[in-house]
């Protein structure tokens, strides 16, 4: 399900069969980063869309959490932790990043999430097949980390 109101009005009335939430997690750069950090943006939020189809009905795909690449690591893992304490209040068992920025492979014991990195792939020279074929293709590895995960608990 996707931040809206369509979906939210069919998870309110089965939100007990909804127990993961999906965060994507994404950077803004100005300057030189500018053309990465768009790019990247790109491809993490066609993955989790992608994703999102796949796992209708079990999960729920939040608003990206967006933070500019400039702000202090401390600061943003608080408002992480914000997003995480309200989410787990509303029963959802599981929360999953998803981003493709490495920096945050350091501040992963941090989270109380799983935190999935997945290096961006540049999908601005693709026609709309190839960028389908090849988010399919990622989304596929992602099933089995995700069954892995619902299974440990």
């Excluded at 768009?38 to 999960?59: D, K, M, N, P, V």
């Excluded at 109380?112 to 988010?135: A, F, R, V």
Aim: hydrophobic share 40%.
């Amino acid at each position: 399900m996707k931040w809206v109101s369509k979906d939210i009005e069919t998870y309110i009335t089965a939100k007990e069969y909804v127990d993961t939430a999906v965060i994507p997690v994404v950077s803004v750069s100005f300057g030189n980063e500018m053309m990465q950090s768009a790019s990247s943006a790109e491809f993490i939020i066609l993955l989790t869309s992608y994703l999102e189809r796949q796992f209708t009905g079990r999960l729920l795909l939040l608003p990206p959490f967006t933070y500019l690449k400039s702000d202090h690591p401390e600061d943003i893992i608080l408002q992480m932790k914000k997003w995480e304490e309200n989410i787990e209040k509303n029963e959802f068992k599981h929360i999953f990043y998803i981003t493709s920025e490495s920096d945050w492979k350091i501040y992963e014991k941090e989270l109380t999430g799983s935190l999935i990195w997945l290096p961006s792939l540049p999908l601005e020279h693709l026609n709309d097949q190839q960028k389908i074929s090849m988010i399919e293709s990622q989304v596929k590895q992602l099933l089995s980390l995700f069954t892995q995960k619902w299974q440990e608990n």
